[in-house]
């Protein structure tokens, strides 16, 4: 039976770098939010995890002299959606290439010649010719390469193109599959003084992951991907969407997606150990999406997890924030520079969420070996 495994991960972030506190004032000015509402927003960012965030976007570390958005009292007239996209078709490739460039480093025996299929993933712009055929020309690959982007589904998306790779692997064990995740969620910034807004603007930052899936086991450490298992809970149908307005695309995210995902963790957890008839006493290492402080929390009282058990997740949720889709993979990262050679054949237990209200999961081996 032929099996597949990720035998290489790498991250990059834009050069900008700013903290909550920072980004708070930004967003009390451009919100125009009264005394309370200003109070309410610090303590909001004080709370959230997340010490440093990264955007493409200069003008969260500035109080004036803003390059993208104008320089009037509440930023009027508003960028466009069109001018926000056009921002993310000059910034996506670069960071995108960064990330490429750190995952095929560790893997220098690999050539650009031999990756088969590229899958790129993103919700936060789309353009066409895409992002997939700008990566295609700037790193060489083939230009028979075959290419499949995923797009608008949100932070639980790497989900869907492991699956994807997982199942080209397992059909053609000579295939080499590039990931692509990259997103530039600030570009959406929303100034309109509400509850979702409030909480997407305290979250959510830019990044981009790239992995490296194929059929052959390699030296060093790798993560063979076991199982998935992924359902919907409609109950959440309306507490987290993501959709196109006028000046960007706009999110919905209740405080209520927290006890959704707690109403559904435990059985999403049992629906996929149970299909190799193990449980969470067979799992050892976890790689979680941090939505958000409070998912993790959720998880951790469910499933009677310790803090350390989520370690990773929330040293990505602490200096990265909510960068959606490839924040999983930040956090896969994080765990996989952590493992041992005593943690050869020890598995790992992922999860990650997004619209519908959707639950993803996921069981990978620990593959460590000399």
């Known amino acids: 039976m032929f099996m597949s495994f990720i035998s290489a991960i790498g991250t990059a972030t834009p050069s900008g770098i700013f903290t909550q506190s920072t980004i708070a004032e930004f967003m009390i000015r451009a919100m125009q939010l009264d005394e309370d509402d200003a109070r309410k927003i610090r303590v909001l960012f004080r709370a959230s995890g997340i010490e440093t965030r990264h955007s493409v976007i200069d003008d969260y570390g500035k109080r004036d002299q803003f390059t993208f958005y104008e320089n009037t009292l509440a930023l009027d007239p508003f960028p466009t959606t069109r001018r926000r996209v056009t921002l993310y078709q000059q910034h996506a490739l670069s960071i995108s290439l960064e990330a490429v460039h750190s995952c095929l480093g560790s893997r220098p025996e690999i050539k650009k010649e031999s990756i088969t299929h590229l899958l790129v993933v993103s919700c936060t712009g789309m353009y066409a010719p895409g992002l997939d055929i700008d990566l295609v020309k700037a790193l060489g690959l083939p230009v028979s390469v075959q290419r499949t982007c995923i797009n608008f589904m949100g932070c639980y998306a790497a989900f869907n193109a492991l699956k994807l790779a997982d199942a080209i692997v397992r059909s053609q064990p000579e295939a080499k599959v590039l990931i692509v995740c990259t997103e530039l969620c600030t570009i959406h910034f929303q100034k309109e003084n509400t509850e979702d807004n409030m909480l997407a603007n305290a979250l959510f930052a830019d990044g981009s992951a790239a992995v490296l899936v194929e059929g052959t086991i390699q030296k060093g450490v790798q993560l063979q991907l076991e199982r998935f298992y992924g359902e919907l809970a409609f109950a959440g149908e309306h507490d987290m969407t993501w959709g196109i307005g006028d000046h960007g695309f706009e999110m919905r995210l209740s405080s209520y997606v927290p006890d959704i995902v707690r109403t559904g963790i435990r059985h999403l957890s049992r629906s996929l150990l149970s299909q190799l008839q193990l449980d969470l006493s067979d799992v050892h290492w976890y790689a979680i999406h ?46 996989w520079n952590r493992l041992q050679a005593g943690d050869h054949n020890k598995r790992m237990l992922s999860f990650a969420f997004g619209p519908g209200l959707t639950l993803e999961s996921m069981l990978l081996r620990i593959q460590h070996t000399a």
Request: charged share 25%.
């Open 290 to 335: 941090p939505g958000g402080k409070r998912i993790l929390e959720v998880i951790e009282s469910e499933l009677a997890l310790t803090r350390e058990h989520n370690h990773s997740a929330y040293e990505v949720l602490r200096k990265f924030g909510n960068m959606s889709s490839p924040t999983v993979l930040f956090v896969l990262q994080d765990v």
